[in-house]
C-alpha cells in the first residue's frame, strides 16, 4: 500500500509508493526514463492490456473492454494510490503519516494511436472534457476523498511514459498544497477587496491585451504576468466558477475549440514541445466559492529546472510573458482544421 | 534590466531576466539544452574568458585575473540578476514589479578541469566552505538585498551548462517564498513547543538511524521522512544555529569530508547522476533565529518532474527513504581519499 507523508516544515504531502520501488540501477544515469516499445495498450483492439474500464463513452450494442469506445477511462496500472481500504492516520515521532487510498485513473482520448490532442476534431475533445467532469462527479461521492487533480503529460521531458493521447486523474485524501495555497491567497483577496483576484485578472488581462493569446464567448488565454515558465499559458472561464464539474454545457463546447487553439499554437511555433496541462478545480467539500475560479495550466516542459528554482520557489524565466503571448498570436494555423 | 514579478494569487515572485530571451526557435524540441563546446572558461590560463574576479583565494604574489588561485569567485555572464541600480518597487494594476536588483555570482571550485566535487580533496572542498561563507558576510552589507541562496548543478539534467566543478550565489532582494515557508513552518512548531523542528528532526533520525546516511561529531546526513525525490538527502549541523555564516571553523573542517562523502556515495550508489544541491540559510536581517535552522539538500534528478507534481506541490517518490540510507550506508568507497 502507497504511504502518505508530511513534511513536518512546511506542511507538504508526499506519496511514497512502495510498490514502484526501484533498485539504483534502474536509473539510467542521463536521468532519463526509456520509451515504452511495443504494442501499445491504449490503441483500440487492446483493451485486456488494460485493467477493466471504469468508464467509456461507447456505441450502441458495444461491450466493456471490447471495441466501440470513443473516450475510456481505466485504472492506473501502476497506480500511486490505491482505492481500497482505511486512511488509518497516525504520527511517527515527529511526523505524520496516512495510507496512500485515492484514485488514480487513465483517461484514453483516442482508440486510434493518435499522439496529440490537436490531432482531435474538437467534438472529440468535448467529450474529453465531460468524462473530466463524470469522472469528478463520481469520485465525490467517496467521502474518505477530498480533491480531484486532472493533467495531461506530453513527451518524455514532461513525465510521459505513453505516446497514445490520454490524460490523468489522481485523486487525493488531502487538499493538495499548491491548490490551498492558491485559494488561501485568493480567499486574502477576495475579504481585502470583496472581488475574485481571478475574475480580476482576466479583466486586467483582457483590457491589457500584451499577454492574451486568444479570447472566445466563454474563455480568455493568456501567458500570466508572472510566468514561471517561457510561453506558459492559462485558460479561464470568464463566468467565475470554483468548481470544473459545474461547467455549462456552452463553455464545454467552446472549450474544445480553445484547448485546441492554444495547444495546437503552442505546437507550432515551438516545435511540438514537451508540455504539461493541469485543471485546478476546488476540493470536493466545498460549494461554489466566491473566491476561487478553476483554470488550466499549460506548461511546455522548455527550461530544466534548476538548483535555484527548487531552493527558493524563485523561477527565472528568459522569456517576458508579452512576448511569448505575441508569438502564439502570430503562429499561422493551418485553415483546415484548427480555426 | 531584469525584472521582478509577483504571482499575486500565491505570492511568488518570478525573475523575467529580458536579456536572455529567446526566440522560439531557439528552443531544441526535446527540452533538452545543448552543452557548450570549446575550451573551458574555468579553467586556469582561461580567466580572460570570465567577467573580473570577485575574490579568489590564491598565492601569495599571484595577481587577480591571472593564474595562482584555487578558488575563484566572478560574476555570472548571464546574470539572471544585476547589481546595479535601485529597486524601483511599484504596481502594475493589480500586479507588483520590482527591478531586479541583485547579485548572480559563479564560484569556480578547481583551477583544473574537474567535473567532480568527489575529485577535490576535502581541504580544497572546505576552501570552497569558506568561499560560501566570505560571499554571504561581503553581501551582507548591500541593504538592497535580504537572502542568499548557494547551490550547485550537476550534469544537463539538473540545469548545469558547464561541467567544471562550480556553485553558484544567487542573492534576492526578497526572501524567497520557499525559505519563507520553512520559516513559517518552523516558527509554528516554535511557538507551540518551544525548540527548533530540525533540532527535533535530527535527534529522531539518529534515534531511529533508517534513514541515516552518515553521522560525524558536527553533522547528520540523511535521507527525510517526506523525501520528495528518490535519495534526496538532506547535511544539518547538530548544533542550532539559522545562519551559515556563523558556522565555527571546526564545523567547516568537518563538512568538507560530510559533503564529499555524501557526494560519493550517491556518484558511486546511481551510477553520477545529475544532481543539484542547495543550501537554505536564513535571511541577511535576521539575527541568529532559535527556530530556523540551516541546512543543505542534495537532490539527485533521477525522475522527471510531471503535471501532478506542478499542479499540486505533491511528489510521488517510488523509493522509500529508508530503503535509500540503506543503499547509501551500504555503498562501498575506495579506500583512498574518501574515508
Known amino acids: 500500500m502507497p504511504e502518505l507523508r508530511k513534511d513536518p516544515i512546511v506542511g507538504r504531502w508526499v506519496i511514497i509508493a512502495h510498490e514502484r520501488a526501484k533498485r539504483p540501477s534502474d536509473y539510467p544515469s542521463n536521468g532519463q526514463t526509456h520509451a515504452v516499445t511495443g504494442t501499445c495498450p491504449f490503441c483500440v483492439g487492446n483493451e485486456a492490456q488494460t485493467p477493466p474500464e471504469i468508464l467509456a463513452y461507447r456505441e450502441r450494442g458495444s461491450h466493456a473492454d471490447g471495441p466501440g469506445w470513443r473516450v475510456r477511462v481505466v485504472p492506473n496500472k501502476y497506480p500511486a494510490l490505491k482505492i481500497e481500504g482505511t486512511l488509518n492516520k497516525r504520527g511517527d515521532g515527529i511526523y505524520d503519516r496516512m495510507a496512500g487510498v485515492g484514485a488514480h485513473e487513465v483517461i484514453i482520448e483516442s482508440p486510434e494511436h493518435l499522439v496529440s490532442m490537436t490531432q482531435m476534431s474538437e467534438q472529440q475533445i468535448c467529450e474529453v472534457l465531460w468524462v473530466y467532469r463524470d469522472r469528478l462527479v463520481d469520485l465525490k461521492k467517496d467521502s474518505r476523498l477530498v480533491h480531484g487533480m486532472l493533467f495531461k503529460n506530453v513527451g518524455q521531458a514532461a513525465g510521459a511514459s505513453l505516446e497514445h493521447t490520454h490524460s490523468q486523474l489522481i485523486v487525493t485524501p488531502i487538499v493538495p498544497i499548491s491548490v490551498w495555497e492558491e485559494m488561501t491567497g485568493a480567499l486574502e483577496f477576495y475579504n481585502y477587496r470583496g472581488r475574485c483576484i481571478y475574475c480580476d485578472m482576466v479583466q486586467q488581462e483582457l483590457e491589457t491585451g500584451s499577454r492574451v493569446v486568444l479570447e472566445t464567448p466563454h474563455f480568455a488565454a493568456f501567458c500570466p504576468y508572472a510566468s514561471r515558465f517561457p510561453f506558459e499559458t492559462w485558460i479561464l472561464p470568464k463566468a467565475h466558477s470554483s468548481q470544473y464539474e459545474n461547467i455549462p454545457k456552452p463553455s464545454v463546447d467552446d472549450l474544445g475549440g480553445v484547448l485546441r487553439q492554444v495547444l495546437g ?38 527550461t530544466n529546472v534548476a538548483g535555484f528554482e527548487w531552493g527558493t520557489g524563485f523561477y527565472i524565466n528568459p522569456v517576458p510573458p508579452e512576448e511569448a503571448a505575441g508569438y502564439l498570436r502570430e503562429v499561422e494555423m493551418e485553415e483546415t482544421g484548427v480555426r
Not at 496541462?277 to 483554470?295: C, G, R, V
Open 265 to 302: 499554437r503552442l505546437e507550432r511555433a515551438l516545435d511540438r514541445p514537451p508540455y504539461n496541462y493541469i485543471l485546478h478545480t476546488a476540493p470536493f467539500d466545498h460549494q461554489e466559492m466566491p473566491h476561487y475560479h478553476w483554470h488550466i495550466e499549460v506548461i511546455p516542459r522548455l
